[in-house]
T-cell receptor
Framework: GEDVEQSLFLSVREGDSSVINCTYTDSSSTYLYWYKQEPGAGLQLLTYIFSNMDMKQDQRLTVLLNKKDKHLSLRIADTQTGDSAIYFC??????????FGAGTTVTVRA | GAGVSQSPSNKVTEKGKDVELRCDPI?????LYWYRQSLGQGLEFLIY????????KSGLPSDRFSAERTGGSVSTLTIQRTQQEDSAVYLCASGGLGTEAFFGQGTRLTVV
């Protein structure tokens, strides 16, 4: 199967950390991705992690991967208003095709 | 161009008409995807092209939908006899084999 599941909404106060969670089903996934979609725009790759890694950090972003539980998370430190967007988790399955979750809408409140 | 280009950016059509949506991928990318995003919904996979392999059409919702990719580059998504439920943003993406996909800005289709 290729189901990728995410919670639909997250509200966070400016300056706090945001954690967006995702579960996936394909154990043969090679790469897992986080995409960001700002209002009225297309999707942009935010970060990705190779399946043999447990963690990847990139400035304010931390990706954690638990292969045993097929759980992926994205932590955004010091969340800013510009981080308000829809965040999509995605995996490659069958070694080539991307499968996306439904997206988590993150709202940053002052 | 530097990125994935889609045209038109907006299309309003009458129910029952045919529409063609165009995608110019990034030069050299062998993979090309079409997705559909309805209002407030996630991404629905439609079709996937990879090099010269037969396309994966498993996501096309009905036989009114078809897509082709000429010369391994430009792709056209055709919707025949459009219905109101076809209204959505149609997103194209291109990439390498099993690697990240780069998305275009999408075509917003409104069927009235």
């Amino acid at each position: 199967g290729e189901d990728v599941e995410q919670s639909l909404f997250l509200s966070v106060r400016e300056g706090d950390s945001s954690v967006i969670n995702c579960t996936y089903t394909d154990s043969s996934s090679t790469y897992l991705y986080w995409y960001k979609q700002e209002p009225g725009a297309g999707l942009q790759l935010l970060t990705y992690i190779f399946s043999n890694m447990d963690m990847k950090q990139d400035q304010r972003l931390t990706v954690l991967l638990n292969k045993k539980d097929k759980h992926l998370s994205l932590r955004i430190a010091d969340t800013q208003t510009g981080d308000s967007a829809i965040y999509f988790c995605a995996e490659t399955y069958n070694d080539y095709k991307l499968s996306f979750g439904a997206g988590t809408t993150v709202t940053v409140r002052a | 161009g530097a990125g994935v280009s889609q045209s038109p950016s907006n299309k309003v059509t009458e129910k029952g008409k045919d529409v063609e949506l165009r995608c110019d991928p990034i030069s050299g990318h062998t993979a090309l995807y079409w997705y559909r995003q309805s209002l407030g919904q996630g991404l629905e996979f439609l079709i996937y092209f990879q090099g010269n392999s037969a396309p994966d059409k498993s996501g096309l919702p009905s036989d009114r939908f078809s897509a082709e990719r000429t010369g391994g580059s430009v792709s056209t998504l055709t919707i025949q006899r459009t219905q109101q439920e076809d209204s959505a943003v149609y997103l194209c993406a291109s990439g390498g084999l099993g690697t990240e996909a780069f998305f275009g800005q999408g075509t917003r289709l409104t069927v009235v």
